[in-house]
């Protein structure tokens, strides 16, 4: 599949690899499993502030449509291309496979850069993309959620796109919507939430007093800030945190409020007065016991992996870590991992839980969003654990086990058509 050549691709291709060896899953079945059903590119025109008219690449990937519509974020960044996008999918189908959501995994992005453009040229490439994306998504068929670089006003700009579309109000074409317009109360803070929930477990399985840990944020954005806060309500104290434009580090613990407070006023954490400067590489190398990537794939590779400190590495981000990073890694068992497709997964769960809502025209309370939240966490946890400590493997294989035998299975049972 050479049009989804990229580094972040064949990542997610080795790491497949590796599991259907250890699966013993013969070469033959290995490919329909493994690569991607269908990818739609776009072009995007859009007219910018200043008069002149801007072409702008988008993508949307399915994996699998096996076990019910696909599932998956939109992305945008100047980095986004459709191999990239195309190992998001394919990390989205293990993820709902894993937690034993009724859905295919997806990813969506376009190539660009939010930062440096304006709101009105935001909703037009917003627009612009839904509509080319028409023929391709609905709510059976393929359902978008923000991801890097996207929010609720993005999906709320989609969702009324598309429903303008068909002529009546489809709340459930995208998840994470503001709530007002039928988004699900916890969805905001639901992959962070998570995060903070299962680096809780991990701690218990180590035997980690969670009041006296530490904790470096690499990336303070929607997850990374949730992240950030919900380990500081378990007790942890929050050390360093960072966005694009680099980190900020406090031995003896950040006041989250007012490192909020600067982010609202400068849009970045650089400069925060009670803290030090770290660029992006030093936070991952610093002392602390729980390191959380909440930014890009690819930032613990080969290079950095032998000097990272910590005692958790929670992956909040997809693709953090590299599989070179991962084989020296396997070789420093005081470094404990709970992989992406595990640690970020509460993310796709309350959008799962606002599809469901939206499609019933039935909405949910908090509490019961959370609770069953953290039931589903718990359960896709506990097996995850059991099998890496019975099997003697690491947790990232016995994460993606989990999710790849569950594909695979429903492949067989359906069949080949025709
Ligand atoms: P976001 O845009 O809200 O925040 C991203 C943060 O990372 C920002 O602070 C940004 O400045 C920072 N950043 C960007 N480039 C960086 C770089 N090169 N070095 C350091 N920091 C950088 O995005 P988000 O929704 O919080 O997503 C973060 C990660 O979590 C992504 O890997 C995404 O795929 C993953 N994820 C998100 C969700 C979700 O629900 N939003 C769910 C699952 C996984």
Request: one cysteine or more; proline letters at 6%; hydrophobic letters at 40%.
């Amino acid at each position: 599949m050479e049009i989804y050549d990229h580094p972040t691709f064949q990542m997610a291709c080795r790491q497949f690899d590796l599991v259907a060896d250890r699966l013993e899953i013969p070469e033959t079945e290995r490919d329909r499993i493994k690569y991607p059903k269908r990818s739609l590119t776009v072009a995007v025109p859009i007219r910018l502030d200043d008069g002149s008219v801007r072409v702008f690449s988008g993508y949307r990937v399915q994996h699998h449509l096996t076990l019910g519509p696909t599932k998956g974020g939109l992305r945008y960044h100047p980095g986004v291309t459709l191999g990239e996008v195309a190992a998001l999918a394919m990390w989205m189908s293990w993820k709902c496979a894993l937690t034993g959501l009724p859905y295919g995994g997806a990813k969506g992005g376009i190539t660009c850069d939010p930062g440096a453009m304006s709101g009105t040229e935001l909703e037009h490439l917003t627009r612009r993309y839904t509509q080319e994306m028409i023929p391709f998504i609905g709510p059976q068929v393929d359902v978008m959620a923000p991801d890097l670089g996207t929010n609720e006003q993005i999906m709320a700009w989609m969702m009324d796109t598309y429903s303008m579309h068909v002529g009546y109000s489809v709340p459930s074409i995208v998840t994470g919507k503001p709530v007002g317009l039928g988004g699900s109360l916890g969805r905001r803070e639901a992959t962070g939430r998570g995060v903070g929930y299962l680096v809780n477990r991990a701690t218990d399985a180590l035997g980690l007093d969670m009041s006296k840990t530490t904790v470096a944020v690499q990336g303070f954005g929607n997850v990374g800030s949730v992240a950030a806060w919900s380990l500081a309500r378990y007790g942890a104290g929050i050390v360093a945190v960072s966005d694009v434009r680099g980190g900020i580090y406090n031995p003896k613990g950040l006041d989250l409020r007012a490192v909020e407070k600067f982010v609202a006023e400068n849009k970045t954490v650089v400069g925060f007065p009670e803290a030090e400067p770290v660029s992006n590489e030093q936070l991952l190398e610093l002392p602390c016991d729980i390191l959380v990537p909440a930014a890009l794939e690819r930032q613990i590779t080969e290079t950095n992996a032998g000097r990272i400190r910590c005692r958790i590495l929670a992956e909040a981000a997809n693709g953090p870590t590299t599989p070179e990073a991962d084989l020296i890694l396997d070789q420093r068992p005081e470094v404990f991992i709970i992989p992406d497709v595990l640690c970020n997964a509460g993310g796709v769960v309350v959008s799962y839980f606002e599809w469901v809502q939206d499609l019933q025209s039935f909405f949910w309370g908090e509490t019961e969003v959370v609770d069953k939240l953290f039931r589903i966490l718990e359960n896709a946890w506990s097996q995850i654990l059991a099998l890496s400590r019975k099997q003697n493997i690491p947790m990232r294989q016995a994460a993606l086990s989990l999710g790849i035998k569950r594909v695979r299975e429903a492949k067989r049972i359906r069949g080949l058509f025709p």
